[in-house]
């Protein structure tokens, strides 16, 4: 596609669920970016992937936040045992090597009840 | 620590000129970015600035002083599709991790 896709746009969890949330990014980008952001703040960093690699992982809450990107392309976002403070919209964004830019998906409003 | 300040709301005027700031103290510093974010909706990239100076795009430019730890965003000509959240960013020295300010709400009124 154009443009970085996320699914699903919108997740209900009840609490201790288990989510997956999908990124799609650009085609061709290096760089994959997960981003958690709250209403009305800034989004806060939480991976960084480089092509397979998972560079920076520094701004996953806990251990119950995994990412992975096995073959460079697609993401996954995983939280386990889902909490009410995981509510947020989460977002996926993609760039290249460079990182001059980073172009952001829709995102995925997950709401954990 | 790591902070990035920038004011919470402004109101401008359609066609006039508005400035938003952004000041930063971070561990690192390898770019600043400016994002815009209409409610509800994904950030979509403005600019990127990594050394001193005004970056011209169109009716938006970016200024950076590094020494000072200060940005600004300056839009030109107004319209009412400019109101949005308007977020400042710096990516640390790793390359990696982007730091996000919690954004500058701009209301645009006739």
């Known amino acids: 596609g154009a443009g970085v896709s996320q699914s699903p746009r919108y997740k209900v969890a009840k609490r201790g669920q288990d989510v997956a949330l999908r990124c799609d990014p650009i085609s061709g980008h290096v760089s994959l970016f997960w981003y958690q952001q709250a209403l009305g703040q800034g989004p806060e960093f939480l991976t960084y992937f480089q092509n397979e690699a998972q560079l920076d992982k520094s701004g996953l809450p806990s251990d119950r936040f995994f990412a992975e990107r096995p073959e460079g392309s697609v993401s996954t976002l995983k939280i386990q045992r889902t909490q009410q403070e995981d509510s947020a919209v989460y977002l996926c964004?993609?760039?290249?090597?460079?990182?001059?830019?980073?172009?952001f998906g829709q995102g995925t409003r997950l709401t954990v009840v | 620590g790591q902070n990035i300040d920038q004011p919470t709301e402004m109101t401008a005027t359609e066609g006039a000129i508005v400035q938003i700031n952004c000041t930063y103290q971070t561990s690192g510093f390898n770019g600043l970015f400016w994002y815009q974010q209409h409610a509800g909706e994904a950030p979509t990239f403005l600019s990127y600035?990594?050394?001193?100076g005004l970056e011209e795009k169109g009716r938006f430019s970016s200024f950076l002083s590094r020494s000072k730890g200060y940005s600004y965003l300056l839009l030109k000509e107004l319209q009412m599709k400019d109101s949005a959240s308007y977020l400042c960013a710096v990516r640390d020295n790793g390359g990696f991790k982007t730091i996000f300010g919690a954004g500058t709400r701009l209301f645009v009124k006739a």
């Open positions: 600035n990594v050394l001193d």
């Open positions: 964004a993609s760039g290249g090597r460079l990182n001059t830019e980073a172009f």
